[in-house]
C-alpha cells in the first residue's frame, strides 16, 4: 500500500496523469478495461453508481454511435492519487445511441472527469457532464426540448448513462 508521501511524490503524480491520459487517449476497450481496478466504481450526476462492466459497456455505446469520436483534454490537473481532466468529447453521429437513429450531426460533450489511481490502476471515476447535452445535438425535433422534453430518460442503469 502506497503511503500520503510516497503518493504525493512528483514521480508518482506523473505516472497517475500519464495512467489517466492513456485511458482517455484510447479506443481500445481491452486496453481501458486493463486501466481500471477489478472493485472501479463510478459515479455521474443522475445515474446510478457503475462498475467497470457497465463503464466499459457505455464507452463500447460511445464508441459504436461515434466511431470518429475522440475526447479532447483542455486542461488536467493532478494532485495525489487524483488527476482531474477538464475536456470534450467529439465525434459524428453515425450510430445510433440510447434508441435515437444516426443523424450525421458533429456533437461535442463538454466533460469534467475525476479519477483516482491506486497501484496503476483507476479505481474510482466521477464524471460531471449533462447528460442532455449530446442528445440535444441529435435530438431530430428541437420542438420537443423547446416544450420541455427532458431526454435524460434515454440515459440507461446498465451503462452508467453517457461515458
Do not use: W
Amino acid at each position: 500500500m502506497q503511503t500520503d508521501i510516497e503518493v504525493r511524490q512528483p514521480a508518482a503524480i506523473e505516472r497517475n496523469k500519464a495512467i489517466v491520459l492513456k485511458f482517455y487517449g484510447e479506443r481500445d476497450l481491452k486496453v481501458q478495461g486493463d486501466l481500471l481496478a477489478p472493485g472501479f466504481v463510478g459515479r455521474a450526476p443522475g445515474v446510478p453508481r457503475f462498475d467497470r462492466a457497465g463503464f466499459l459497456r457505455g464507452l463500447a455505446e460511445l464508441y459504436d454511435a461515434f466511431p470518429d469520436g475522440r475526447y479532447v483534454n483542455d486542461n488536467i490537473v493532478a494532485e495525489g492519487d487524483q488527476v482531474v481532466t477538464v475536456g470534450r468529447f467529439q465525434g459524428t453521429h453515425t450510430g445510433a445511441f440510447h434508441g435515437m437513429p444516426p443523424t450525421g450531426k458533429r456533437v461535442t460533450l463538454t466533460a469534467v472527469h475525476v479519477d483516482r489511481i491506486v497501484g496503476g490502476k483507476i479505481v474510482e471515476h466521477l464524471r460531471m457532464s449533462d447528460p442532455n447535452e449530446i442528445l440535444e445535438q441529435i435530438q431530430p425535433d428541437a420542438s420537443a426540448l423547446a416544450s420541455g422534453g427532458d431526454l435524460r430518460r434515454k440515459t440507461t442503469k446498465a451503462t452508467g448513462g453517457l461515458a
